[in-house]
Every structure is written in structure tokens, then in C-alpha cells.
């Protein structure tokens, strides 16, 4: 099982595995390894706001994502100060890239707040 390393926030932020993006999430329901992207259309999961309870809502077409869901079934994963450590499935060591994708506030604060807007307006550190 591949072990990837990446920054848990700013620059780093993103790892892309076998074409697949994904960013770490922390929110109160727990922290965990998000795909950025919607399974359903493929939208910027990692762009979604919350519907007031524990499911993100896709801000391309408004599908639910249980966020309890992902927090017990998701990528195990480990930070440590601003990294993160994540197991993903396979047995070969898979190609991927690091960079950086701009964050939904709630997704950061581990504090989910569905007035807050969809994008992150901070740079990249």
C-alpha cells in the first residue's frame, strides 16, 4: 500500500493519485481525506459548503456527501503539525503529484458554518 506525504493546508495541498485529486479536510465531525472531486459530476468537492448538519453539498449540482461517512470509511490518515501521512489502496507504489487547491472555509476551520462563502480567498503558503 503506497504511504503519500503532503501539506495538510496552503501550498502542498493536493495529491493526485492515479488521476484521482485529494485534499485533507478537518471539520468537527473529524479530519479525514477528501477527493476533491464529486463522484457523481465530477464537481469541486473540495469548493462544498455543509448543509447545517454532517453532509458537504457539491457546489456544482447540490449532492450530499456524508462527512461521517467519509471520516469512518475514507483514506486512513495521520497529520502531524502541517503534514499529513495518508495509506492508499493498491500494492504498487502509484505516480502522483503534489500541488495546491484552493479550499471551502468549512472544510479548514473544523468549524462547518454553511454561511460561509465556497472558496478560500487566502494564497498559498
Not at 495538510?8 to 479530519?31: H, I, L, M, Q, W
Not at 505516480?95 to 454561511?115: F, K, N, Q
Request: net charge positive; aromatic share 6%.
Amino acid at each position: 500500500m503506497p504511504v503519500l506525504t503532503f501539506a495538510a493546508e496552503g501550498a502542498g495541498n493536493c495529491v493526485t493519485v492515479r488521476d484521482a485529486p485529494y485534499v485533507f479536510a478537518r471539520t468537527t465531525k473529524g479530519s479525514f481525506v477528501l477527493p476533491a472531486r464529486c463522484a457523481h459530476r465530477g464537481g469541486p468537492l473540495h469548493l462544498a459548503t455543509f448543509d447545517g448538519g454532517t453532509r458537504l453539498i457539491c457546489p456544482w449540482h447540490g449532492r450530499a456527501t456524508s462527512v461521517t461517512r467519509a471520516v469512518r470509511t475514507g483514506i486512513p490518515a495521520v497529520r502531524r503539525g502541517r503534514i499529513v501521512t495518508a495509506v492508499f489502496s493498491g500494492t504498487v507504489d502509484p505516480e502522483h503529484a503534489v500541488g495546491y487547491r484552493p479550499m471551502s472555509p468549512c472544510l479548514t476551520a473544523g468549524r462547518p458554518r454553511p454561511d460561509q462563502p465556497h472558496t478560500d480567498q487566502r494564497e498559498p503558503r
